[in-house]
């Protein structure tokens, strides 16, 4: 068995040496060779795809990588460009990690078992111009609110980070005027939020949206016309319990393909973030790749 390890020191916390050496020691008491296992840290986003798609290309087993969903998009990108012939491994480290907690994956070394012990399971990925998303997209105000947060505070505050810009997003209250097509419709719309996820989980509430599933070959896409501070913070729990669908203010449809693009710009073209990271300016097209990739599950 061959094995790929990749990592991104700077996602999330927690020291990630620690966590290569019980990585390692785990792979080799479970009957690994020690000069099949690889591990790497890509010095760019380009060198992550292109590292895991060879590894693919070459039939590696087994690539497991270390960090949050922006890091885990990338190699998931990779394995598939590949030809999707590796099993992807994850040992969440990111912020927030949304993809592994949709999967029941544990975070840091408590993940270690599932990697050989676990159970093999294709889920879905989805492209969005020419980038890969695990998890979600957002438009509008979460996109707003994530955009000046660093890597840094992400690390050191946690989800704590965006609070501040939050309510100065919130505040600001600004309208985005979106076109969007899919299944032979055509919607116009004026919103402050679109958020498309791919699992149900968002900004760690593992309930947010409980009709989506990892392996269904659909994305669930939400438009929120209305997101003032007073009328949602009391809303939270109700949310946080997977009851989103039941509330008012907002417009739900779950497709396997989407055009995004504004119709009227009232500010520069509308920015999107992919798995929590800075991606394309509209227009963007979003579609549910065919296949998906074989992820390691509890």
């Known amino acids: 068995m061959k094995v790929l390890v990749l990592y991104n020191s700077k996602s999330g916390s927690g020291d990630k040496d620690s966590l290569i050496k019980e990585l390692i020691t785990y792979l080799v008491d479970e009957g690994v060779a020690l000069g099949n296992i690889d591990i790497a840290e890509p010095k760019s986003i380009k060198e992550a795809v292109s590292l895991a798609k060879q590894a693919s290309q070459n039939k590696v087993d087994l690539i497991v990588t270390m960090g949050g969903d922006g890091t885990i998009n990338k190699i998931a990108g990779g394995i598939y460009e590949g ?3 590796s099993i992807l491994g994850i040992l969440p480290s990111g912020t927030v ?7 029941g994956i544990p975070v840091g070394k408590d993940a270690i078992p599932t990697l050989l012990n676990g159970q093999v399971k294709t889920v879905k990925l989805c492209k969005v111009n020419d980038h890969y998303t695990i998890s979600s997209l957002t438009l509008g105000i979460m996109a707003d609110i994530t955009a000046k947060v660093t890597s840094e505070q992400k690390r050191r505050w946690g989800p704590l980070a965006y609070l501040k810009d939050a309510i100065r997003v919130l505040f600001r209250n600004r309208n985005y005027y979106l076109e969007l097509k899919h299944d032979g419709e055509l919607l116009r719309c004026k919103t402050k939020l679109l958020l498309i996820t791919l699992t149900s989980s968002i900004g760690g509430m593992t309930q947010f949206d409980t009709v989506s599933k990892p392996d269904d070959g659909l994305m669930s896409v939400y438009l929120f016309s209305d997101l003032s501070l007073w009328k949602w913070l009391p809303l939270v729990p109700r949310i946080y319990r997977g009851e989103l669908t039941q509330l008012g203010g907002h417009h739900h449809f779950r497709t396997s393909e989407l055009l995004i693009r504004q119709y009227k710009r009232r500010y520069r073209s509308a920015k999107t973030r992919i798995d929590g990271d800075k991606s394309d300016n509209l227009p963007v097209t979003v579609s549910i790749l065919p296949d998906g990739i ?4 509890p």
């Open 83 to 85: 030809g999707c012939h």
């Open 97 to 103: 990690n949304n993809f592994a907690k949709s999967l």
């Open 294 to 297: 074989k992820v390691m599950s």
